[in-house]
């Protein structure tokens, strides 16, 4: 893909599952800079990806073709305001704080930016990323682009034509692994109750997603329903385990769940 310079203003758990999947697959390391106030964030970054840390934004966003706002949500401001002295004309910010609206950034940088909000999540670490995009009205065709290609490089993408869809895929995706995490661990916690180590447990629990997650993948005219009813013995175990889940309104939960990380990414548009 086109190498443009990019600076990864923040450089957390987030920025770092995005460049690792970048410099994997093929990114010039030397091409992308990474910012953060503490070293201790900064050192690892450049030992293990070979790529330029600073802790100076100005100079890393001067210097860059494409801007990547990484940090938290609640300490954008106080990022942007700082880079208010930028020419942005030419340069591509790309966002990917959950719940600050292309409005708001447009504000603190106190510009209209070539702005694309994306909604990465963790597995872009290992080139397994689901992305949300949505490019704000001032997007030129080759910035809409490199941000498609950009994140096609950790994983795949989903564009949204309205920006509210950015929230929906926040639930849907940017927060979904935690979702299974947790799964996990309830299911490792009771594989342990039944008798197996730590180590059992968790592989037994984790091959099996690993499992029904490519078997979903290599099935794509196959609906979920159908696979789950394959797993289903008539009077078997997996049907008691199932009822047992509807019984406590699983999918009321989750459906709930979703909803509230959707009204927390809309309450964060209010607070910062
Ligand atoms: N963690 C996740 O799974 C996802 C996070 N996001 C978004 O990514 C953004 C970052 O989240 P995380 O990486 O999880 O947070 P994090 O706390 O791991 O990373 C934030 C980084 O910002 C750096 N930072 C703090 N002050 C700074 C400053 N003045 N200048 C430059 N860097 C500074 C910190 O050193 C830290 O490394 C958030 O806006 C979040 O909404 C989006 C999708 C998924
Ligand atoms: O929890 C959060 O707010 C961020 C956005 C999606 C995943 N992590």
């Given at each position: 893909?086109?190498?443009?310079?990019?600076?990864?203003?923040?450089?957390?758990?987030?920025?770092?599952?995005?460049?690792?999947?970048?410099?994997?697959?093929?990114y010039a390391?030397?091409?992308?800079?990474?910012?953060?106030?503490?070293?201790?964030?900064?050192?690892?970054?450049?030992?293990?990806?070979?790529?330029?840390?600073?802790?100076?934004?100005?100079?890393?966003?001067?210097d860059a073709d494409v801007i990547v706002l990484a940090v938290k949500p609640q300490l954008m401001e106080d990022v942007c305001r700082p880079l208010q002295i930028l020419d942005f004309s030419g340069k591509l910010v790309i966002s990917i704080a959950a719940g600050i609206s292309a409005e708001r950034l447009n504000q603190m940088l106190a510009t209209n930016l070539s702005l694309v909000r994306v909604m990465p999540n963790t597995p872009s670490l290992i080139g397994k990323g689901m992305?949300?995009?949505?490019?704000?009205?001032h997007i030129n065709p080759n910035d809409r682009q490199f941000a498609e290609h950009l994140m096609q490089a950790v994983g795949e993408v989903c564009w949204v034509e309205q920006e509210s869809g950015i929230n929906g895929i926040i639930a849907a995706a940017g927060s979904a692994p935690a979702y299974f995490f947790l799964f996990m661990e309830a299911m490792q916690e009771e594989a342990i109750k039944q008798g197996f180590t730590p180590d059992q447990a968790r592989m037994l629990v984790q091959q099996s997603a690993l499992g029904a997650a490519e078997m979903v993948?290599?099935?794509?005219?196959?609906?979920?329903?159908?696979?789950?009813a394959q797993v289903t013995s008539k009077g078997g175990t997996t049907a008691e385990a199932i009822r047992t889940f509807n019984e406590c309104q699983l999918s009321d939960t989750v459906a709930k769940a979703m909803r509230a990380a959707v009204s927390r990414a809309e309450e964060m548009e209010k607070l910062f």
């Open positions: 893909m086109e190498q443009r310079a990019i600076a990864f203003i923040g450089a957390g758990n987030m920025a770092r599952s995005i460049i690792a999947g970048l410099v994997a697959s093929g390391p030397d091409k992308i800079t990474a910012t953060a106030p503490s070293s201790a964030r900064r050192e690892p970054l450049a030992r293990d990806y070979g790529i330029h840390t600073t802790d100076n934004n100005l100079s890393a966003a001067s992305s949300g995009l949505f490019a704000s009205s993948v290599a099935n794509p005219d196959t609906d979920l329903a159908t696979l789950r």
